[in-house]
Nanobody, 124 residues
Framework: QVQLVESGGGLVQAGGSLRLSCAAS????????MGWFRQAPGKDREFVAS????????YDADFVKGRFTISRDNAKKTVFLQMNSLKPEDTAVYYC?????????????????WGQGTQVTVSS
């Protein structure tokens, strides 16, 4: 079993920054992709970014547009999401997830393990 714990969410004004972290624990496994998704009230879950074991990164180009940066520390089994120039429309619960097949996918069904989510609220 794998547990994922996100942290770093909170309330920030528009234009501000937050850094989310997600630490994995449990049975050892590698290689694997770590991804970030988000879900706003009344909306579908959407892909933010993923990073494969090798470090290969995929972003959702539409809303990330250079504002978000994903990174990982394989030794610590931790993934990070640096979010800059935040906008009110970035308000959502942010989830990290793990794909043990290491596909680097943007499709949430391909991720088996999920964290509990961390709330990000951006005020205008």
């Amino acid at each position: 079993q794998v547990q994922l714990v996100e942290s770093g969410g909170g309330l920030v004004q528009a234009g501000g920054s937050l850094r989310l972290s997600c630490a994995a624990s449990g049975r050892p496994f590698s290689p694997y992709t770590m991804g970030w998704f988000r879900q706003a009230p009344g909306k579908d879950r959407e892909f933010v970014a993923s990073i494969r074991w090798s470090g290969l990164i995929t972003y959702d180009a539409d809303f990330v547009k250079g504002r978000f940066t994903i990174s990982r520390d394989n030794a610590k089994k931790t993934v990070f999401l640096q979010m800059n120039s935040l906008k009110p429309e970035d308000t959502a619960v942010y989830y990290c997830a793990v794909d043990v097949s290491d596909r680097g996918s943007s499709r949430w069904p391909e991720y088996y393990y999920w964290g509990q989510g961390t709330q990000v609220t951006v005020s205008s």
